[in-house]
């Protein structure tokens, strides 16, 4: 039971480039997430997903865009990656327990810097 | 809209003594969740405690102990007789329990805590 893995771990983009950041759970759980954290501001949500197939946007969407064609994984899209696009980026996962949800657990984060 | 607030940017203590993080909210959802996290120097998150707006009771476990209050809108953590271990940057975060929140987190600012030895 890995629990919540991302991949890369670290990335360094060139401004306009694109990249995929690529999350997954082996906990089946229903909803899934991606927050960005900058010094001083703490995590903010990007995007996330109640299940399989659908997506909503978050606190600070602009600039990506994210799928969910499987339960376990969820994709954080950059189309064309900006310097304040530079963050450490968490995808976390939790499940509806029938009355509200649970717990969210957390990947080991992945660093992006872009030039 | 959900606000979290640490106003304690960073705090420096000496291993053995206790420490306090505040953690102050808002929210107008009646039915909501409290949560510290914790993010040693490795980078990962660590969930600690998940509290209840309903459950006003104070928790403890081991060194660590939480104060809910609710008049106040605050959701303190306390480490009794801190080690350099606990070193890390402690986040305080809300969520609403309703079905349509779908659990997002507020987070707050985040504590920066530095024990020396």
């Known amino acids: 039971n890995a629990g919540v893995t991302q991949t890369p771990k670290f990335r360094v983009l060139k401004t306009g480039q694109s990249m995929t950041l690529l999350c997954a759970q082996d906990m089946n759980h229903e909803y899934m997430y991606w927050y960005r954290q900058d010094p001083g501001m703490g995590l903010r949500l990007i995007h996330y997903s109640v299940g399989e197939g659908t997506t909503a946007k978050g606190e600070v969407p602009d600039g990506y865009n994210v799928s969910r064609l499987k339960k376990q994984n969820f994709l954080l899209g950059l189309e064309s990656a900006a310097p304040s696009q530079t963050s450490v980026y968490f995808c976390?996962?939790?499940?509806?327990?029938?009355?509200?949800?649970?717990?969210?657990?957390f990947g080991p984060g992945t660093r992006l810097t872009v030039l | 809209a959900q606000k979290v607030t640490q106003a304690q940017t960073e705090i420096s203590v000496v291993e053995k003594e206790d420490v306090t993080l505040d953690c102050v909210y808002e929210?107008?959802?009646?039915?909501?969740?409290l949560f510290w996290y914790k993010q040693p120097p490795s980078g990962e998150l660590v969930f600690l405690i998940r509290r209840n707006s309903f459950d006003e009771q104070n928790e403890i476990s081991g060194r660590y102990s939480w104060n809910f209050q609710k008049s106040t809108s605050s959701f303190n953590f306390t480490i009794t007789a801190s080690q350099v271990v606990d070193s890390a940057v402690y986040f305080c975060a809300l969520s609403d329990a309703g079905g349509t929140s779908y659990g997002k987190l507020t987070f707050g600012q985040g504590t920066i805590l530095t024990v020396h030895p």
């Open positions: 929210t107008r959802d009646t039915t909501y969740y």
């Open positions: 976390a996962s939790s499940y509806w327990a029938g009355v509200s949800t649970d717990t969210q657990y």
